[in-house]
């Protein structure tokens, strides 16, 4: 049930590209991007409703295809502070209950 | 103007006592959400708040979990006879509106069950 991300960790040098991506088994309503630095709380990136647009914020964006029940983030020229864990945190169609995924552990090296 | 807190920061229980976890949202968010984190895992999503009201509480691990929220304001969670497998870290975020607005979230209370 929990929607399955992908890769699970990258590494990346500073200033190279990386894709996240979440995919889910229920028809989602929205998804929510965050990132989750080690022992602090998630912070929100950007939050995509159903009708399969793309949104950006700085150098990161993110599309959402509600006909495949996925979603990915896109790092383009990834900096030193991009380091962290990222969730797509889904909000399947019907319900209240919000489903996080699997995680994606990303390290940016200088 | 203050961001989401929570209190305590910190807390570690025996097993068997029961805690009281506080999240004080930020002014004017109707909507607000208590997760578990355990060590190392992702979220799960424990409850929602939508004014007072909970519309869905089939998030709460068992029926030692209970959440109440006054007003738009202070909400806590409550866990009764606390075992070990309680222990996690607490996060309660805030938001305008439920499902199409960022949540923010709190710094989170660190829960250890001895």
């Known amino acids: 049930q929990q929607p399955v991300q992908s890769p699970q960790a990258v590494i990346l040098r500073e200033g190279e590209d990386a894709v996240i991506n979440c995919s889910s088994s229920?028809?989602?309503?929205?998804v929510h991007w965050y990132r989750q630095k080690h022992g602090e709380a998630p912070v929100f990136l950007m939050i995509?409703?159903?009708?399969?647009e793309q949104k950006g914020h700085e150098k990161i964006s993110a599309s959402f295809n509600e006909k495949k029940q996925q979603s990915s983030l896109y790092l383009t020229a990834s900096q030193l502070s991009y380091s962290g864990t990222y969730f797509c945190?889904?909000?399947?169609?019907?319900?209240?209950?919000?489903?996080f995924g699997t995680g994606t552990r990303l390290k940016v090296l200088a | 103007g203050a961001g989401v807190s929570q209190s305590p920061s910190n807390k570690v229980t025996e097993k068997g006592k029961d805690v009281e976890l506080r999240c004080d949202p930020i002014?004017?968010?109707?909507?607000l959400y208590w997760y578990r984190q355990r060590l190392g895992q992702g979220l799960e999503f424990l409850i929602y708040?939508?004014?007072?009201?909970?519309?869905?509480k089939s998030g709460l691990p068992s029926d030692r979990f209970s959440a109440e929220r006054t007003g738009e304001s202070v909400s806590t969670l409550t866990i009764q006879r606390t075992q070990q497998e309680d222990s996690a870290v607490y996060l309660c975020?805030?938001?305008?509106?439920?499902?199409?607005?960022?949540?923010?979230f709190g710094p989170g209370t660190r829960l250890t069950v001895l």
């Open positions: 975020a805030s938001g305008r509106d439920y499902s199409s607005d960022t949540q923010y």
């Open positions: 229920k028809a989602l309503y929205s």
């Open positions: 995509l409703l159903k009708g399969g």
């Open positions: 945190g889904t909000l399947p169609s019907g319900t209240y209950k919000y489903i």
């Open positions: 002014s004017g968010h109707t909507a």
């Open positions: 708040f939508q004014g007072n009201s909970a519309p869905d």
